[in-house]
């Protein structure tokens, strides 16, 4: 099992540009999460997806966009990528059907925008 | 919606002292408090969860502790070690359908030996 992979591990983007940065998870996971980390400000949910064709905001979801793709795939797209932007982003899932146990994260895409 | 805060954000401790690190939430409805740590350049990891309907757990030398009625939790590490370095984020997570988990911004514990 691969667990959760994202790619790519490294992005530089332009002010304006557009990206898509993928996820997937080989564990059968229902849930899916985007998150970013920024120095001091701990991870925050940009979006969640509970199941296949589902997908719902969480804290920071402006200038981003989601597709939940099938079951593995759970891609975060920026449109017109802006310097606040510049972030590591993770991907998690979590098991299916549980409130509790772990959310397994994705190694992260180390993202700078000029 | 859901607010998590952590304190401290920074912790010093000298090897084989107690470190303590606390949370609070606003959103009663929340009922499930992992945390995680994270290694630098590393991802996050689950060390120890805990339930709405339980008020305290431990693993080994790691202890949490929730009191629902204040909505505040802890996270308490005993005998401390230089490898429990690392930062430490409290969560607290609403069964929403896709239970949504909001993170604190984090502890950055420093343990010298």
């Known amino acids: 099992n691969a667990g959760v992979t994202q790619t790519p591990k490294f992005q530089v983007l332009k002010t304006g540009q557009s990206m898509t940065l993928q996820c997937a998870q080989d564990?059968?996971?229902?849930?899916m999460y985007w998150y970013r980390q920024d120095p001091g400000m701990g991870l925050r949910l940009i979006y969640y997806?509970?199941?296949?064709?589902?997908?719902d905001k969480g804290e920071v979801p402006n200038g981003y966009n989601v597709s939940r793709l099938n079951k593995r795939e759970f891609s975060l797209r920026l449109e017109s990528a802006a310097p606040s932007q510049t972030s590591v982003y993770f991907c998690?899932?979590?098991?299916?059907?549980?409130?509790?146990?772990?959310?397994?994260f994705g190694p992260g895409t180390r993202l700078t925008v000029l | 919606g859901e607010n998590v805060e952590q304190h401290p954000s920074t912790l010093s401790v000298q090897e084989g002292d107690s470190a303590v690190i606390k949370c609070t939430y606003s959103?009663?409805?929340?009922?499930?408090f992992p945390w995680y740590k994270q290694e630098l350049g590393k991802r996050p990891q689950l060390i120890i969860d805990?339930?709405?309907?339980?008020g305290e757990k431990k693993d080994q030398r790691i202890a949490v502790t929730l009191n629902k009625t204040a909505k505040h939790f802890s996270l308490h590490i005993t005998e401390t070690q230089p490898e429990d370095s690392a930062v430490y984020f409290c969560?607290?997570?609403?069964?929403?359908?896709?239970?949504?988990?909001?993170f604190g911004a984090g502890t950055r514990l420093f343990v010298k030996a």
């Open positions: 997806s509970a199941s296949e064709g589902t997908t």
């Open positions: 805990i339930r709405s309907n339980v």
């Open positions: 969560a607290a997570t609403l069964n929403t359908g896709g239970f949504k988990t909001i």
């Open positions: 959103d009663s409805a929340s009922n499930y």
């Open positions: 998690a899932s979590r098991p299916e059907g549980t409130l509790t146990g772990e959310q397994f």
């Open positions: 564990m059968n996971h229902n849930s």
